[in-house]
Nanobody, 125 residues
Framework: VQLQACGGGLVQAGGSLRLSCVAS????????MGWFRQAPGKERDFVAA????????RYADSVKGRFAISRDNARNMVYLQMNSLKPEDTAVYYC???????????????????WGQGTQVTVLQ
């Protein structure tokens, strides 16, 4: 699966951004999708995940109530709506695909075999 993320940018604290990720694969609906992020000098962290059907979602505690993950299987797209952004949300954001037709979602990055190139999100004070 080839993944291409976009939508990052520079935003003031309290602002919003919407990240998008397009997947080049015929069977997009066979994949759970996740968003992860990596800040400079830190490990890559889980942000959010969505099941193949969109019926199940999972969020890191740090983004609950502020971020929303969604998908459009007809367009091979997954989105991350980020609201009330904070400076600590600054990171490179990656989308990832997990070949998984269950409703179980993983915050561990090991089940995700395919990764996009990342998009930079910078939140200013």
């Amino acid at each position: 699966v080839q993944l291409q993320a976009c939508g990052g940018g520079l935003v003031q604290a309290g602002g919003s951004l919407r990240l998008s990720c397009v997947a080049s694969v015929r069977t997009f609906s066979a994949y759970a999708m996740g968003w992860f992020r990596q800040a400079p000098g830190k490990e890559r962290d889980f942000v959010a995940a969505i099941s193949w059907s969109g019926d199940s979602t999972r969020y890191a505690d740090s983004v609950k109530g502020r971020f929303a993950i969604s998908r459009d299987n007809a367009r091979n797209m997954v989105y991350l709506q980020m609201n009330s952004l904070k400076p600590e949300d600054t990171a490179v954001y990656y989308c990832a695909a997990d070949l998984n037709k269950s409703q179980r979602l993983y915050s561990d990055d090991r089940p995700y075999n395919d990764w996009g190139q990342g998009t930079q999100v910078t939140v200013l004070q």
